[in-house]
C-alpha cells in the first residue's frame, strides 16, 4: 500500500489578479486530504471516497482499457453530483495516464480517499485530490490541474508546502516560496465559513472586461501590498493592509466589501478569502469578536493557529 497526503489552502491576498501575475500569500491549512493506493489483479480500478466523518460520499469502479477508466459501478444512487464526480474523476485519471502511462503498471486498484475537512469548506478538494495523485505518479501537479480543473495553481502550490507560501504566475510558469509570515498577534485572528455561496461569474467577467493596463495595475499593487502584509510587525498596521486589499479587489470586481455587505457593525477588520465565494473569511479580534459572529448564526469559526500551519 502506498499513502499519501496534501494539504488543504485559503488565500489571503491576490485573488483574482494571481491569475494575472500578482504576488499572492498562500497559507497551507492543517486539515487536508490523503489517499491510499492499493493494486490489484481485476482489470478495474475501484474508488472510495471518505468525508471527515468517515462516511463515504462517494463511489465507483473504473474500467482501465487503453488509457480510458470508463466508470461501471456507483454504489449510491446517481444523483447529479455523483455523476459529475464520476466523470471528472475519469477525466483526471485519463489526463494523468496520458502524463505518465509507465506508471500504471499494475492490472487493478483500490484507492481510498479521507478528507479532514467537510468538502462545501473551499479548503480544497479538488487541489489536495490533483497532488496527491500527481505524488502516485510521480507527475507535474500543474500540468494535471492545467488538464482538469484549471485555475492559477496557487492551490497545488500550497497542498505540498507545510508553510506560508508567496506565489505568482510568470511568462515562465508558476513561482513559489516560502514565505516569513508568522504575525505576532496571529491570537487575535480567527477564521469563519460563511456558508454563503455566491455566483461568482459576473464579478468575473467585470474583471476580465477591464482594459488589460488596469488589470496590471491592480496586480502590481496587489504584489506590493502582499509583501507588507508579510512584513507587518503589529495588528493595525496588518489591518490596514488588510482594508486596502479589500477596497482594491471590490473595485475590480464591482462587489461590495464583505464587511460592508453583511457586517458593517463589526468593530475589527474582516478580510475575504480565496474567490469572494462565501467560504472563509479572517477576522481581527478576540472572544467579544467571535461572540458577534456566533450570535448571528456563524458557528463554524477556527483559531487562526488551529487552522493554518
Do not use: C
Request: charged fraction near 20%; avoid cysteine; aromatic fraction near 12%.
Amino acid at each position: 500500500m502506498q499513502k499519501f497526503r496534501s494539504n488543504g489552502k485559503l488565500l489571503l491576498t491576490g485573488e483574482y489578479a494571481v491569475l494575472n501575475g500578482a504576488k499572492s500569500l498562500a497559507l497551507p491549512t492543517k486539515l487536508g486530504q490523503s489517499m491510499e493506493v492499493l493494486t490489484g489483479k481485476t482489470g478495474n480500478l475501484t474508488w472510495i471516497s471518505y468525508d471527515e466523518n468517515e462516511n463515504i460520499w462517494f463511489q465507483s469502479d473504473f474500467k482501465i482499457e487503453n488509457g480510458n477508466f470508463t466508470p461501471i459501478t456507483l454504489s449510491t444512487k446517481q444523483n447529479l453530483e455523483t455523476t459529475e464526480t464520476a466523470k471528472r474523476l475519469q477525466q483526471i485519471l485519463s489526463s494523468a495516464y496520458r502524463e505518465n502511462a509507465q506508471a500504471f503498471h499494475h492490472k487493478g486498484y483500490k484507492i481510498i480517499t479521507r478528507l479532514d475537512f467537510n468538502r462545501k469548506w473551499g479548503l480544497g478538494t479538488s487541489s489536495t485530490l490533483i497532488n496527491n495523485i500527481a505524488q502516485w505518479l510521480e507527475i507535474d501537479p500543474y500540468n494535471l490541474l492545467k488538464a482538469s480543473f484549471g485555475g492559477s495553481g496557487y492551490d497545488i502550490a500550497a497542498a505540498g508546502n507545510d508553510f506560508p507560501i508567496t506565489y505568482q504566475l510568470t511568462k515562465n510558469g508558476p513561482v513559489s516560496f516560502t514565505a516569513d509570515f508568522n504575525p505576532p498577534f496571529k491570537n487575535d485572528l480567527f477564521l469563519v465559513y460563511l456558508n454563503k455561496k455566491q455566483n461568482s461569474r459576473e464579478a468575473i467577467a467585470h474583471y476580465r472586461n477591464q482594459p488589460i493596463e488596469n488589470i496590471q495595475d491592480l496586480a502590481n499593487k496587489i504584489s506590493g501590498i502582499t509583501e507588507q502584509i508579510i512584513k507587518s510587525e503589529n495588528l493595525e498596521e496588518f489591518k490596514l493592509f488588510l482594508k486596502a486589499h479589500e477596497s482594491l479587489i471590490s473595485k475590480a470586481i464591482n462587489l461590495p466589501r464583505i464587511q460592508t455587505e453583511l457586517f458593517p457593525d463589526y468593530p475589527g477588520v474582516i478580510k475575504s478569502l480565496g474567490g469572494w465565494g462565501g467560504d472563509f473569511i479572517l477576522a481581527t479580534g478576540g472572544k467579544e469578536e467571535k461572540e458577534y459572529f456566533r450570535k448571528k448564526g456563524y458557528q463554524t469559526i477556527f483559531e487562526y493557529q488551529e487552522l493554518i500551519k
